[in-house]
């Protein structure tokens, strides 16, 4: 399965997110350094985020992305 690094954007409506597959690789490895690299290159004030998932498909990968997460809710002894 490939590993997709999507640039994201949200959107006016908290429910909406814009994707961009920037690349797509087969090792995770070269996904990973990838992808940070691009984040090390944002300007801090940027409203983009970058991220990487694995999927079968990149309409797998942009579903999995664009699916509303809530926060996890940080433990005691994680704070």
Do not use: C, G, W
Request: hydrophobic share 45%; proline share 3%; charged share 40%.
């Amino acid at each position: 399965m490939p590993y997709y690094v999507f640039e994201m954007k949200d959107a006016e409506l908290a429910i909406l997110k814009q994707l961009k597959l920037i690349k797509e690789f087969e090792k995770f490895k070269d996904a990973k350094k990838f992808a940070h690299e691009q984040r090390a290159a944002l300007d801090e004030n940027s409203d983009i985020t970058i991220k990487m998932t694995l999927a079968d498909n990149q309409l797998m990968a942009e579903e999995m992305l664009m699916e509303h997460r809530e926060k996890p809710i940080a433990m005691e002894h994680e704070k």
